[in-house]
């Protein structure tokens, strides 16, 4: 399960407000995107990655999810990654538009994909400039107590490898992370002698 | 665009309620719609959901059917749940719900259970 912890710093905001300038009117938008700032502990990425852009309406995530199915497949993530990892990215993004823009559905989303060295994984970075999320949401709640609700943030925590969240008064930055693991050849031993 | 079909039927005393299509933040309140109006309104005392035709479902999918589950067991009605896709099942076992509902594999096995 995926450790969730949040970030109040402040670097490289430059950089990002200039990631985020874009054609107004279009709803959703794909290209070959500059890497976007680097943070403390993000791990370290190719030059290309794709970036989707989308208007924050609900209508739209069905065209997010189609391509991260399919770029998890390119990357190298058996079938049922592909389909939890597309969950966990689906789930941020519905809490972009219900939480931090308060269902307003023509608000800018970015969501920027990259391909971790060596085909180790994938990482994606979802951006808004929404209502900054309330720490006490980010822990989840008591999955024992079965009501309707609350459940997306546990999905992407128990998906997702890293997440950290960076909420901010200019842009709010969830980052996902998750490794691929490769089969060892048969008869290997695990360096740490076993999981 | 990425429109589901909710319909219902009645077969025998069930209440067959068939969904195709993707439910998530976009679809789900219809599908929540249809639920609360077979349990409420028709008092339907065995609602049976044909989750065969969704490949996928999400949190707020999750949340209408236990939504629906609640309201089924307030008034001692039961739902139950069958034709589940993997994705469908994986949510579901990820949220720790899917021993709280009535799965079965097809719809004769639905409509037969005790």
Do not use: W
């Not at chain 1, 990357?75 to 789930?91: K, M, N, Q, S």
């Not at chain 1, 994909?113 to 085909?119: A, F, G, K, V």
């Amino acid at each position: 399960m995926g450790e969730i912890y949040q970030s109040g710093k402040k670097e490289s905001k430059k950089k990002v407000s200039a990631a985020l300038d874009c054609q107004k009117g279009c709803k959703a938008r794909y290209s070959l995107a500059e890497k976007p700032a680097s943070t403390p502990g993000a791990a370290s990425r190719v030059d290309a990655c794709l970036k989707i852009e989308i208007a924050s309406h609900p209508q739209l995530l069905c065209v997010v999810r189609g391509t991260i199915q399919q770029l998890a497949a390119v990357v190298g993530f058996p079938e049922e990654d592909c389909r939890a990892i597309t969950l966990a990215v689906d789930e941020a993004l519905t809490n972009v538009i219900r939480h931090a823009y308060g269902d307003r559905h023509d608000q800018k989303i970015e969501i920027f994909c990259s391909c971790l060295p060596m085909d180790s994984g994938i990482e994606f970075l979802v951006v808004d400039r929404g209502r900054p999320a309330d720490p006490a949401r980010l822990r989840g709640r008591d999955l024992d107590d079965v009501r309707p609700g609350g459940l997306g943030i546990h999905l992407i925590a128990q998906i997702m490898d890293t997440v950290h969240y960076e909420p901010s008064p200019e842009c709010n930055r969830l980052r996902l992370i998750k490794y691929l693991k490769k089969p060892r050849p048969v008869g290997a031993e695990s360096p740490s002698g076993g999981e | 665009m990425a429109h589901i079909q909710v319909s219902i039927r009645n077969v025998g005393n069930a209440t067959v309620i068939d969904v195709v299509g993707d439910i998530d933040l976009y679809n789900s309140p219809e599908m929540r719609k249809t639920l609360m109006g077979v349990l409420k309104e028709q008092n339907a005392a065995r609602a049976v959901i044909n989750l065969t035709r969704v490949r996928y479902i999400d949190s707020s999918g999750v949340a209408s059917l236990v939504e629906a589950l609640k309201v089924a067991r307030e008034r001692n009605a039961r739902l139950i749940l069958f034709g589940l896709s993997k994705a469908a099942r994986e949510v579901l076992e990820l949220s720790r719900l899917i021993k709280v509902f009535e799965v079965y594999e097809n719809e004769e096995q639905a409509l037969g259970a005790n």
